[in-house]
């Protein structure tokens, strides 16, 4: 695992926007290799309690640190916000970043999409808006004058003054095969999370790049400590996917979370003090073809889960051995 890079979760959806901020410097005094912050409207569930817009928070990132690559992990760029705001918003912020950022792009969750009041989209109609959003951003990231006219978006007469000197990766979320496709027409890597995803798809369509995926735990000296957090801040996470694709509000995903047991969580997201589970997820998603892991260390107490990577965790992933 000598070459793969690790990340640490901003988790946008747990932390305002000032801790957003000192969290990405203390992943760089860590030795992190990247930071992924979420973009979200609304957190999951309404305990979680935060959703500050990204797009400041990643100016405050960029001037607080200085080798750290940043990333957003990921956006939709097909409702909330129009593609060309976000072709303004991703050159700026990479202008910022002096090369170090990498932009996350799927086709997104009725949550936070919804918010303007359009109707939400079925999954393959906005896979397709997410292939036209793309291509339209590529063209304007070229800072030339832009008239385009699509099935879904039209711009007239837009230019970015200020393009990004530096190329700006376009990864792309896919979860299915279908998506795997695109990421592989349009996309420059695959963004994934858990241990596995439509990998072995996506290369098959002639996908290259890197490939980000998310492990969430939630690491205390407690385990039954660990698993109340997990199921007090994150039980989302036991949601199944096309259900989190449709919900509209926090609080439908709260409803939706009252029939998680505490028993559930515990088989699927790793909690407490051993480091071993967790170094098998990492081994597990590396060897599926993951070379960028990011860890989402779930709750407020991330100081505790820095500690133990600065003590043990990085030296036993990046010595290669796991063990």
Known sequence: MSATKFGLTLSSEEHGPQRLVELASLAEAAGFDFVSISDHFHPWIPEQGHSPNVWPVLGAIAATTEQLEIAVGVTCPIMRIHPAILAHLTATTAGLCDGRFTWGVGSGEALNEHVLGDRWPPAPQRIEMLREA?????????????????????????????????????????????????????????????????????????????????????????????????????????????????????????????????????EQVV???????????????????????????????????????????AQRLRSGSGS
């Open 134 to 266: 793309v291509h339209l951003i590529r063209e304007l990231w070229t800072g030339e004058n832009v008239t385009f006219s699509g099935d879904h978006f039209h711009v007239e007469n837009a230019r970015i003054y200020d393009p990004s000197e530096h190329e700006i990766p376009l990864v792309v979320s896919a979860f299915g095969d279908r998506a795997a496709g695109v990421a592989a027409e349009v996309g420059d890597g695959l963004w994934i999370t858990g241990t596995d995803g439509p990998i072995d798809v996506w290369k098959e369509a002639g996908g290259s790049g890197p490939v980000y995926s998310q492990l969430s735990f939630c690491w205390a000296e407690d385990r039954y400590e660990a698993l109340d957090t997990v199921a007090r801040i994150w039980p989302n996470t036991a949601v199944p996917g096309q259900l989190s694709q449709d919900l509209p509000t926090p609080e439908h995903f709260e409803m939706a979370t009252s029939i998680v047991t505490k028993e559930m969580l515990a």
């Open 271 to 313: 909690h407490g003090p051993d480091l071993d589970p967790l170094v098998e997820n990492v081994e597990r998603a590396v060897a599926a073809g993951v070379d960028h892991v990011y860890f989402h260390q779930i709750g407020s107490d991330q100081e505790a889960f820095l500690q133990v990577w600065k003590d043990e965790l």
